[in-house]
């Protein structure tokens, strides 16, 4: 399975602090994607980071790639309670034309 | 009005029984997908399409059958519910900006099969 993997499967923090949480993927990609998902809800498109880019920012949210480590990360900066949802990348592997999701992390900021 | 339309949103049936899922968008996106989501193994895709011609098996298609009626409608049937179909069921609509593909997801269809 292309599957990514995210690390940690949850994360707990206190409002203000930062999150972050990686995403590893084992073949070569063309772009890779973060959603985020309120519980039991769809997926919302937070950013994406082409193979060719090493890092994005949009608002709270700064998203990493390190291609020769197939690996990615999301931070979202000073958290609030409403960020709270499970985050997923969805790898876009060359040629597939089709979006391959990791296993998520569960983020849980408190008040 | 949501983009991306999903129906029913919660049904119950029995092992056997032949299921239908409908999804409508109106985003006027030609690509389309079906993908269902278990705890802890985040989403699999099951099938998709790229236009109304146009139907792919994903990764677990075994089971499931579908039907691009339109540009903005497609379905999913599970032809003969197993309980191991239990599940939370999204549709999904993308658009293709510079090679790269951003997908559009339904409220979700939440399955039981008993």
């Known amino acids: 399975s292309q599957q990514g993997e995210e690390d940690p499967q949850a994360l707990s923090i206190q409002e203000g602090e930062n999150a972050t949480m990686n995403c590893s993927y084992k073949?070569?990609?063309?772009?890779l994607q973060w959603y985020r998902q309120n519980s039991g809800r769809g997926l919302v498109h937070l950013i994406l980071?082409?193979?060719?880019?090493r890092e994005k920012h949009s608002g709270r949210l700064r998203v990493t790639l390190d291609t020769s480590k197939k690996s990615s990360s999301l931070l979202i900066t000073a958290s609030r309670a409403a960020d709270t949802a499970s985050y997923f990348c969805?790898?876009?592997?060359?040629?597939?034309?089709?979006?391959?999701f990791g296993t998520g992390t569960r983020l849980l900021v408190s008040p | 009005d949501a983009d991306v339309t999903q129906t029913p949103r919660n049904r119950i049936t029995k092992t056997g029984k032949r299921i239908m899922l409908e999804c409508s968008q109106t985003?006027?996106?030609?690509?389309m997908y079906w993908y269902r989501q278990d705890p802890g193994l985040g989403l699999r895709l099951i099938y998709y399409?790229?236009?109304?011609?146009?139907?792919n098996k994903g990764e677990i298609s075994d089971g499931y059958s579908v039907s691009r009626q339109a540009q903005a409608k497609f379905s999913l049937s599970l032809e003969s519910a197993i309980p191991n179909q239990t599940a939370l069921y999204f549709c999904a609509t993308a658009y293709t900006s510079g090679g790269a593909d951003t997908q559009y997801f339904g409220p979700g269809t939440r399955l039981t099969v008993l």
């Open positions: 399409s790229f236009d109304v011609k146009d139907i």
């Open positions: 985003k006027g996106h030609d690509r």
């Open positions: 073949t070569s990609i063309n772009n």
């Open positions: 969805a790898t876009d592997h060359t040629g597939f034309q089709k979006l391959v």
């Open positions: 980071i082409r193979s060719n880019e």
